[in-house]
């Protein structure tokens, strides 16, 4: 049974970074895609972005440009790089992997969530 840990979360101010981690236990080779989804209070959790193994990425809207997925295959690790960080990114932040599609996957593991915080 794989387990994922995250980790990275915090308070930051407007416009600065946060790394998120994901650790997992057990091999994730069976999974298609890893991936980040947010849930800020009141509102739906949404797919913030997600990696396939053989390298795709998938971004929502309104992070391109700002975060970074990529996996640290020695550490198996998935790690989310949050620059420039809004007040809108303020959320509760899962770590998650399954089956694809890279924009819709279809989640069976998840982690226990880490919570981002950005003050404006």
């Known amino acids: 049974q794989v387990q994922l840990v995250e980790s990275g979360g915090g308070l930051v101010q407007t416009g600065g970074s946060l790394r998120l981690s994901c650790a997992a236990s057990?091999?994730?080779?069976?999974?298609?895609?890893m991936g980040w989804y947010r849930q800020a209070p009141g509102k739906e959790r949404e797919l913030v972005a997600a990696?396939?193994?053989?390298?795709?990425?998938y971004y929502t809207d309104s992070v391109k440009g700002r975060f970074t997925i990529f996996r640290d295959g020695a550490k198996n690790t998935l790690v989310l790089q949050m620059n420039s960080l809004k007040p809108e990114d303020t959320a509760m932040y899962y770590c998650?992997?399954?089956?694809?599609?890279?924009?819709?996957?279809?989640?069976?593991?998840w982690g226990q969530g880490t919570q981002v915080t950005v003050s404006s």
């Open positions: 998650a992997a399954g089956p694809g599609p890279i924009q819709t996957p279809r989640p069976q593991v």
């Open positions: 057990g091999s994730t080779d069976s999974f298609d895609v």
């Open positions: 990696s396939r193994t053989w390298g795709s990425r």
